[in-house]
T-cell receptor
Framework: EPEVTQTPSHQVTQMGQEVILRCVPI?????FYWYRQILGQKVEFLVS????????KSEIFDDQFSVERPDGSNFTLKIRSTKLEDSAMYFC??????????????FGPGTRLTVL | DAKTTQPPSMDCAEGRAANLPCNHS???????VYWYRQIHSQGPQYIIH???NNETNEMASLIITEDRKSSTLILPHATLRDTAVYYC??????????????FGKGTLLTVNP
């Protein structure tokens, strides 16, 4: 069964450093998302992406964040200058508009980001 | 998106049916009820969704009341692997749109041996 994959599974970085989290969505999906979950808290929406542009972003997704689909398979989230409060699990998701369940989002296993 | 209310936790015996309630009294006519779950430290997983009719798939059944103000997710024969946080989410479902999911705190279902 196709699945969303994410790398790395765990990223440790120093405050102020740039990090890039990578995701490979399911191959025929066209909508892509990033969510994050701070330890013990709710899953929060960050951004959605379609047709090579951001469709919607939350208040969390400020100028320090960016997303990109650099090729036909990868979808990345970049944090330019990490803060301690960026420590969280980051989930990538994708969905397919061409099937009956096109609003069903498939999530990856997550990347745990630890900012020291 | 309409607000949902779920109990913070529930227990269920292995092999028995787990019935997880959700209240969504402000749901509008165009909004669907979605259920996702999150097994510890994993990404959320889609379970089922419905508009007004009861739905069943290989994972669960969804019962929506006639006035659509509440619903119940039923896991017919719960196993230990069904221990997870279950989220009830109400949102629009429309072709060509990639609506975000707004997660609440959900219900922690613990399946006991």
């Amino acid at each position: 069964e196709p699945e969303v994959t994410q790398t790395p599974s765990h990223q440790v970085t120093q405050m102020g450093q740039e990090v890039i989290l990578r995701c490979v969505p399911i191959s025929n999906h066209l909508y892509f998302y990033w969510y994050r979950q701070i330890l013990g808290q709710k899953v929060e929406f960050l951004v959605s992406f379609y047709n090579n542009e951001i469709s919607e972003k939350s208040e969390i997704f400020d100028d320090q964040f960016s997303v990109e689909r650099p090729d036909g398979s990868n979808f990345t989230l970049k944090i330019r200058s990490t803060k301690l409060e960026d420590s969280a699990m980051y989930f990538c998701a994708s969905s397919d508009p061409l099937t009956l369940s096109y609003n069903e989002q498939f999530f990856g296993p997550g990347t745990r980001l630890t900012v020291l | 998106d309409a607000k949902t209310t779920q109990p913070p936790s529930m227990d269920c015996a292995e092999g028995r049916a787990a019935n997880l309630p959700c209240n969504h009294s402000t749901i509008s006519g165009n909004e669907y009820v979605y259920w996702y779950r999150q097994i510890h430290s994993q990404g959320p997983q889609y379970i089922i969704h419905g508009l007004k009719n009861n739905e069943t798939n290989e994972m669960a059944s969804l019962i929506i009341t006639e006035d659509r103000k509440s619903s119940t997710l039923i896991l017919p024969h719960a196993t230990l692997r069904d221990t997870a946080v279950y989220y009830c989410i109400v949102r629009y479902r429309r072709g060509g749109s990639n609506y975000k999911l707004t997660f609440g705190k959900g219900t922690l279902l613990t399946v006991n041996p």
